[in-house]
T-cell receptor, first 109, second 114 residues
Framework: GQNIDQPTEMTATEGAIVQINCTYQ??????LFWYQQHAGEAPTFLSY??LDGLEEKGRFSSFLSRSKGYSYLHLKELQMKDSASYLC??????????WGAGTKLIIKP | KAGVTQTPRYLIKTRGQQVTLSCSPI?????VSWYQQTPGQGLQFLFE???????NKGNFPGRFSGRQFSNSRSEMNVSTLELGDSALYLC?????????????FGPGTRLLVL
């Protein structure tokens, strides 16, 4: 079967750094997405990785290792508004998006 | 540019009833995907429409169906509702639905089945 694993919940402190991991076992791989979803709102796009390595976008960066079936989302200089769920999704060999259950990130002052 | 809109935002139905949800994609977007989101389960893919044709389908029973109109607006129908159908239903649009494209999500329709 196809599976994407993420921690259910993480807590971090304002101003600090957090890393959210995502491991996947899918039939094929054609890219990995990270989305952010605030409570009661729609998911919004954060990043896309298809090649191994790091993609940086301001305070957010995402890393991919295809050989290990592993990605992480790295957030630095955390702000209270970063409190949200972070969803990892992988495009499989049939070009279908397989979604993880999401990681709820709680930021404390 | 207006975002993806979904109506209604909230819905309460009873078991056995049927429901129709509507999604209007971003102007110019021709691909519309539907997802079911429940706590702890993540997003489950229902189906994807492109140019009025269902192009992909997830593992949901035949009670879940959809269609797309010539203006790219899409509807999703669930017949014979069950308690387990209570969920947030999200639609997402993209230009042509290639696997690298960002999907733009609507705010969702929260369905409660009693």
């Amino acid at each position: 079967g196809q599976n994407i694993d993420q921690p259910t919940e993480m807590t971090a402190t304002e101003g600090a750094i957090v890393q959210i991991n995502c491991t996947y076992q899918t039939s094929g791989f054609n890219g990995l997405f990270w989305y952010q979803q605030h409570a009661g709102e729609a998911p919004t796009f954060l990043s896309y990785n298809v090649l191994d390595g790091l993609e940086e976008k301001g305070r957010f960066s995402s890393f991919l290792s295809r050989s290990k079936g592993y990605s992480y989302l790295h957030l630095k200089e955390l702000q209270m508004k970063d409190s949200a769920s972070y969803l990892c999704a992988v495009t499989d060999s049939n070009y279908q998006l397989i979604w993880g259950a999401g990681t709820k990130l709680i930021i404390k002052p | 540019k207006a975002g993806v809109t979904q109506t209604p935002r909230y819905l309460i139905k009873t078991r056995g009833q049927q429901v129709t949800l509507s999604c209007s994609p971003i102007s110019g977007h021709r691909s519309v995907s539907w997802y079911q989101q429940t706590p702890g389960q993540g997003l489950q893919f229902l189906f994807e429409y492109f140019s009025e044709t269902q192009r992909n389908k997830g593992n949901f029973p035949g009670r879940f169906s959809g269609r797309q109109f010539s203006n790219s607006r899409s509807e999703m129908n669930v017949s014979t509702l069950e308690l387990g159908d209570s969920a947030l239903y999200l639609c997402a649009s993209s230009l042509i639905g290639t696997h690298q494209e960002t999907q733009y999500f609507g705010p969702g329709t929260r369905l409660l089945v009693l």
